[in-house]
């Protein structure tokens, strides 16, 4: 690193003990969340290691902080790594030390002189009922800080389902007014959705990344969620897809077939309408995820999953496949033509964005600009955050 010796991110890696062997490790790991080839890893390490320090500003709104959780479990790298060697987080109510008037002055002051040059988290939903009067901090309601900090922001993550679509607060009949920020704030430009409950750790991490490495947002979908985390069906990657396919399913729980490790589409799961990358990343540092574990997905990165995919252990209507004199191979064709047929442009998209990423990439670095994301609605979807 000769060429960048006395750069922020190498004085910080040596006064952490991460060596230079661990941080390209680090970089190929994120290259592989990205679905970028292996090869671009080095170009990822110089691009982030010639990038100013970020500067983040994370808010928190209705939440339980999952998402803060998940943050603080992370282990490619560590929180602590990402606090000290990759971002400045100016403000975390949960993780600074300051509190109160301090606090609240820390993030006015960053809003201020900071202006354009940071990027603002918001962990989540914002209700706008009663004038906001369900969420307030230091006296200030949650739709007028969020607008504030948002407004002024460089970009903006919503962290988890609540702040993405407005998650369990928003639920029918929503008493709060609950919203998510694409709709508290309408007309951000630079906004991207991280949906579930929580948000993988692995996503935002590699998100960061992303943005440090090309100076802009990632492709996006048409509710502005990174495609190379939400470009596929949990269903396409899932472990248990064979036996989908095979009609073979869980009938009822403890049974052979589930201990089996049989498709759990009968016992509710939304894998085939639920776009996510949690069979390739999983959780717990790649441990397992529910599919995994026994347990079927519930749809939880879906807007409206709360109204939309429930009772969750019963199996989604209008999927042929159960019906009386119905074979084995109508249950596993019918259900596949039912289920693609609706995303079928959404694989597409994400190839042509991303070989245009990797083409950028192979060029190389790649003077720094605005960022800018690619416009939310080529594939033709709303571009609001719920449905």
Known sequence: ??????????????????????????????????????????????????????????????????????????????????????????????????????????????????????????????????????????????????????????????????????????????????????????????????????????????LVVYYLAFKRLPPLDAYHRPLFAYGKAIHDNCERRAHFDAGQYVEQWGDEGHRTGYCLYKMGCKGPVTYQNCPNVRWNGGTNWPIGCGHPCIGCAEPDFWDKMTPFYRHLPGIPGFGIGTTVDQVGVGAVIAVGAAFAGHGVISMIRRRSDIERMQRGPQPAGPAAGTPPDETGGAKGGRS
């Not at 110089?46 to 983040?56: D, G, M, S």
């Not at 230091?138 to 679509?165: L, N, P, S, Y």
């Open 1 to 206: 690193m000769s060429d960048l010796q006395g750069s922020w991110l190498e004085r910080e890696l040596e006064s952490h003990g991460v060596s230079r062997r661990e941080f390209l490790q680090f970089c190929a790991a994120m290259t592989s969340v990205l679905a970028l080839p292996d090869s671009l890893a080095a170009a990822v390490a110089q691009a982030v290691e010639r990038t100013p320090k970020p500067i983040l500003v994370w808010l928190e709104f209705q939440d339980c902080a999952g998402n803060t959780e998940s943050f603080l479990r992370a282990s490619r790298p560590t929180a602590a790594e990402i606090v000290l060697d990759t971002l400045s987080v100016d403000y975390h109510e949960t993780i600074m030390a300051a509190a109160g008037h301090q606090a609240e002055a820390a993030l006015t002051k960053t809003v201020a002189e900071k202006s354009g040059g940071y990027i603002a988290v918001v962990e989540g939903s914002i209700p706008t009922a009663a004038g906001g009067a369900y969420c307030t901090i230091g006296g200030r309601a949650a739709i007028d800080i969020a607008r504030e900090v948002c407004g002024k922001a460089a970009a903006t993550i919503a962290i988890g389902t609540c702040a993405a679509f407005g998650g369990l607060p928003a639920a029918s009949p929503n008493p709060t007014g609950a919203l998510g920020v694409a709709d508290a704030v309408p007309g951000l430009k630079n906004l991207i959705n991280l949906p579930a409950c929580p948000a993988n750790v692995e996503n935002l991490t590699a």
